[in-house]
Structures are given as C-alpha cells and as structure tokens.
C-alpha cells in the first residue's frame, strides 16, 4: 500500500481497469480526528474521541448499536456538525465544510443509488458537477466506465439501479465513491443488506480494490468477523468513545477491557478468579475463551478418573451440543462453573461425562485487563 | 372479478358519452329525440353520415374560440402557479421544516374545507371595486385595480381550490424521497440547487406530474369559481357550456364544447397514464 493509483487517466472497457490499476499519481491522505464532540437531546454521543488513520490504512468502526459508530462517520463525512474537536484528511482541516466540498466520498447503508439515473449516470453525477476543471463529456465517459471496469460492472452501465442485484448496487455505490478518487472512502455498514455468502464475496472485493487504489478507508460495521477480515486495525466503539484501537488479532489475543473481550469473539465470563485450575468467587471477572477450555470424554467409565483429573482438569458433563460448521459448541457442567467449549472431530453427546481444563484467561479488574493468565 | 366495475362504468359513462357523441354528430334518434326536439339550431345527420354542423358553429364563433383560449390560458396559469407553490412548500418543509414549514402546509390545505361557492364569493369580495383590498389602499391614497369579475380572480380562485390537493400529494412524494438519497448527492459535491433539481424533484417527479394532471383537468373543469368570479365573455368552456345548454338552448352546441374539453382532458390525462408506467418502470415493475 505505497503507491495510489487513479481512475483519470484510464481508457475504457476492461483495458481501462489495467489502466486504473497502473497509473500512479497522488497519495491518499491520513485521516486525523481530535477531541469529537457531540450531544444530542441532552445526551452526550460522541465523548472526546481520538482517532487517527494511516494513509492507505483501512479502519473499521466496530461496536453494538447505538455506540455513536455511525454518528462519527456522518461527522467525518460532514453529514452532521460536532459540538467540539477537528477532523483533519491529509493536512487539510475540513471540520468546518459541508459534504460537497470534503475530499471523502461515502458508500451508504442502503447504497442510495438515484433510481431515476442509470447505472452509469449513477457513477458519472460527481463528475458532472465538477467546476473546477470541467469535465468533458468523454473524460466523464472515460472515468465511468473506468470505475465500472474495476467494480465488473460494465455490461450493466444502462441499467436502472432497480434492475439489478444487492451485491450489483453495493459495487455500484462504491465505483460512484471511487470515480471521485476520494482521499478518504467512508462506507457505512456497507455489506449490512447482502446474504452472508454474497457478504463474503463483496469484502473480498472492497479489500481487494482498497488495496489496489492504496485509498484510505473507514468502515462502519457492527458484525465483528466483517471487520476482523477486512481491517488493518480496528477501533472498538462504547457509549461513544473508543474502548480499545488495534489490528485484530491484538483485539482478539489480548483485549483491553472486558467490553472488548466480551464484544469480539466468544466469552465466558465469570465472576471471580482462576486458582489452580479452578473458578473461585471473589472480586474481579474472568474470561475465558471457549477454545481456552479443553475437554476430554471419558472414555474408560472413571477407571482412570484420578489420572484424568490431574491432567484433564474437573470432572465435566456436558449439557448441550450446538453444531455450528467445522467446529461445534459445548455447554459443559463443572463443579465450580459452567463453561463453554469450541470442539472439533468426534463430537461428544448430550449427557456425557469427562474433564475440562482451563488453559488460558484473562482477569480484568474494574472492566479493564490487568493480566494474561496461561496455566502451568 | 373485474366485469362489475367495468359494466358500471360502461353503462353509466361509456353509453352517455357514446349518445353524446351520436348527438354532437347529428344522430337525433333513439335517446338523443327529445332533446333534439327541445334544443334549437339542432344539426341533423343525413341517414347514417354524421354531420360536423354543430363543429362548425363553434369553430368560426369568436364567442367560443376565445372562451377556448381563456380556458386553456387559464388553466396552464394557475396549474403552473399551483404546482409551483406546492412545490415550494414541500421543499421548504423537507429542507427546513421547523413552525413555518408546517404552518405553510397546513394553510395551504385549509381551502380544502372550505365550500368553493364560499370561497369565490369571498375572493369577488376581497377584490371588488368595493371591496377590502381597495378599501385598503384607498386609506393611503392609492388605487388598486378592481379585479373582480376579470379572469385575474378566476386565476386566483382556481389556484386557492386547486392548491390543497396538490400540496398534500407533493409534500408526500417530496417526504418520500430518503435522506440518504439527498446525502449521497450532497457527497457528491451538489449545492442544494443541484441536490433539488437533479435528484429531489426527479425522484418526487411521478406525484408532481400527477398532481399537474390532477389540477389541469379540475381546473379545466371548473364551473363554480369561473362563473361566480369571471366576466360574462370571455370565460371559461364549463361556464359557457352552462349557458349554451339553458340560457341560449343548444343543447348539441354544448355537447360539442364538453367534447373539445373532454380532447384535452383525454391529452393531460395521457400524461397521467405516461407518468405511472414510468413510476412502475422505476420500481422495475415493468
């Protein structure tokens, strides 16, 4: 991600995607955001949020609904004025301009393509409205089918929006966003109202352009595996501020506070503390993933069960089996806790008794971590 | 599931206008003898060629071919002036909204509850040489035209019963058009000009043009307001329609006349049909 390539000086048809791919100009600029702000009906929003983008980075914005993930994009964007702080793409300070004139473009939730426009004058209206050079009809012509060419989605150019797919409209919407040559792209849950396999898929190609074109972007998204799979770092949101902003697999191994943990993958979340293998209560939480926990069946009807205890951990039953793909889910009983478990092969059923050991956890004290435990 | 309607329709609309078109063309029989015997100046058809007589007394009466035109100006005016306004107020309330947005849209309906007979009554007061608005002007001196009995307050008055419709129909085709389609334009870098003319207004086009229709042909139409308001000549085709069947009895004369209206009527109304196919074509019903 060094160089950043343009859509200006492309030739149409397939070619001009090559064309697209090749031809470096400018960089895209970082997006820095300082101190945001906002209330609205008395109730703060946006809390002093931080926030800095790496030119070329792609960023997701990940957190639960009503967060202020989207409040923040739509004030990057200049949909909706801060109360307080600055927003800054490349070293311009844009905080004080209106949508029309800040160097982003936004791919919507619901792609907002015009329906009244085809599919090319649906790419081309940005460029029609440039003042300052004026395009001409065959440049506008040119960068269109350009940016269609980098999407797949020429042999559509003279379709109405409504003649075509989800998954047709949503790279649609992001060639509208591109043909602008944004130094910021922002997409607002951009793959929210496609089917999972077509969700799949469509990321692919957002990651893939975004990496070709070097462009710098910022992804709303509330679904966790989107922005793990995506993001070169991804900025966790709560109650308006940012929990903990770091590439995904540090979200994962090593969460900053208990929200977090909880947030980005599974949890069990206990209250008290790990001794000796064992969940004793007491002040603080502990959170253990389910792949932490390894359960062993027992096999040999309690033959060997002090054997297995040492090794394997407390005795166990298990109370439910949910299959979920390559692995499967286990609701196991302990004696101090109930834990749940990710297994793979031989699956053990309902009602079946063996150990579980717990290898690793977390122990957060007031929400935040304090350490990484690994047993012995 | 569709044959009642369509046989109410044809026996109640479709044999009328077929008897009256026999009656406009000379065909005196049947249905069409009693009035052919009341009515002067009745053409009749020589056995079964019709005859164009009564097409003709109109057509080279100056009396008719300017109530025509009076008709047809009018009408273009105030459907202008009402789509226009309705228009305005439904961009200001989507745009701004706030007390003057709906205060706008909720004035703009009142003339909906209020009788037109009333109303023009109260329009011929207002403007009368009489009337309050000179009064008014007289108190400082100056003279305002009296525009009672002038085609000025036909104008007025078709736009005051024409506008509550077509503000509610406007207004809601303007409200529907999603948020995110007018942030997209802007995002694209339109002004708010741009954002109204390019996507606003095209994306509301369907409800406008059918609120366009709508008006022209009540307005086309229109009796109370023209009669009651207008000069004696020239007015509008529905108040001299009115006088050619009672006053000057020619019946088959009048019948002419509501066809010369009904023809443009049936041309506006071609829009209307044109406007909701591409409403489906959009949606990509069609």
């Known amino acids: ?376 | 599931m569709a044959l009642p309607p369509i046989v109410l329709i044809a026996l109640f609309i479709g044999f009328p206008i077929l008897l009256a078109l026999g009656f406009s063309l000379g065909f005196t029989g049947g249905l069409n003898h009693t009035i052919s015997v009341i009515g002067q100046n009745v053409h009749e058809a020589q056995g079964a060629s019709p005859t164009f007589g009564a097409y003709g007394d109109l057509f080279v009466d100056r009396r008719f071919l300017g109530d025509l035109g009076v008709t047809v100006i009018v009408t273009l005016v105030s459907t202008t002036a009402v789509v226009v306004l309705a228009t305005g107020i439904g961009l200001y309330l989507k745009f701004r909204g706030g007390v003057l947005g709906k205060i706008l849209s909720g004035l703009a309906v009142v003339p909906l509850f209020i009788p037109v007979v009333i109303a023009s009554w109260a329009i011929l007061g207002f403007y009368s040489a009489d009337g309050f608005l000179r009064s008014v002007f007289a108190l400082a001196g100056l003279e305002f035209p009296v525009w009672s009995f002038s085609m000025v307050t036909v104008i007025i008055g078709s736009v005051w019963t024409s506008l509550p419709f077509a503000t509610l129909l406007v207004t809601s085709g303007l409200q529907a058009v999603p948020q995110a389609m007018i942030d997209a334009a802007r995002d694209a870098g339109a002004s708010f000009w741009r954002v109204v003319t390019s996507v606003v207004v095209p994306m509301a086009g369907v409800p406008i043009i059918i609120a366009t229709t709508f008006t022209a042909i009540g307005i086309l139409g229109s009796f109370t307001v023209p009669y009651f308001t207008g000069p004696n000549s020239p007015n509008m085709l529905g108040v001299d329609m009115s006088n050619y069947f009672s006053a000057f009895n020619q019946p088959q004369q009048a019948v002419v006349m509501a066809f010369v209206v009904f023809i443009i009527a049936s041309g506006i109304a071609a829009v209307y049909v044109w406007a909701n196919f591409r409403s489906a074509k959009e949606s990509g019903a069609v």
């Open chain 1, 1 to 376: 991600m060094t160089t950043n390539q343009t859509l200006s000086s492309s030739a149409p048809g397939a070619v001009a995607a090559e064309a697209a791919a090749s031809t470096p100009t400018r960089r895209s600029g970082g997006l820095d955001v300082r101190g945001l702000h906002k209330v609205l009906g008395g109730r703060t929003i946006i809390d002093s949020l931080d926030m800095t983008v790496q030119p070329g980075e792609l960023v997701s914005l990940l957190g639960p609904s009503g967060c202020g993930k989207t409040t923040t994009l739509r004030m990057i964007a200049g949909f909706l004025a801060p109360d307080a702080g600055s927003i800054k793409v490349g070293d311009r300070e844009v905080v004080h301009l209106g949508p029309e004139q800040r160097p982003s473009a936004m791919v919507f939730q619901n792609y907002a393509l015009w329906p009244h426009m085809t599919v090319a004058k649906n790419v081309g209206f940005p460029l029609k409205l440039r003042k300052a050079p004026k395009l001409s009809k065959s440049v506008i012509a040119e960068r269109v089918e350009a940016a269609l060419a980098l999407v797949n989605l020429v042999h559509h150019k003279d379709s109405r929006p409504a003649r075509i797919s989800g998954g047709e409209q949503q790279r649609t919407a992001l060639a509208r966003a591109l043909v602008q040559e944004p130094e910021l792209l922002l997409l607002d849950e951009p793959l929210s109202n496609l089917d999972a396999k077509l969700r799949v898929k469509v990321r692919e190609d957002i990651r893939e352009i975004q990496q070709r074109l070097g462009i710098t972007t910022l992804i709303v998204t509330h679904d966790q595996e989107e922005a793990m799979s995506m993001s070169d770092r991804i900025a966790v949101m709560n109650q308006g501020r940012i929990e903990q902003f770091s590439t995904p697999s540090e979200l994962y191994s090593a969460p900053a506070t208990e929200f977090v943990a909880t947030f980005i993958g599974s949890l069990n979340r206990l209250e008290g503390r790990v001794e000796d293998g064992r969940v004793v209560g007491g002040e603080g939480v502990v959170g253990i993933r389910p792949e932490d926990v390894v359960f062993v069946e027992d096999t040999d009807g309690g033959v060997n069960g002090a054997r297995h205890s040492a090794v394997d951990g407390l005795a166990a039953t298990v109370e439910r089996v949910v299959p979920r793909g390559h692995f499967a889910e286990l609701y196991l009983r302990r004696e101090d806790a109930e834990l749940r478990a990710f297994v793979t092969g031989a699956l053990p059923s309902v009602g079946a008794r063996g150990y579980a050991r717990i290898e690793k956890w977390l122990d957060f004290a007031d929400g935040k971590l304090v350490r990484q435990e690994v047993a012995q």
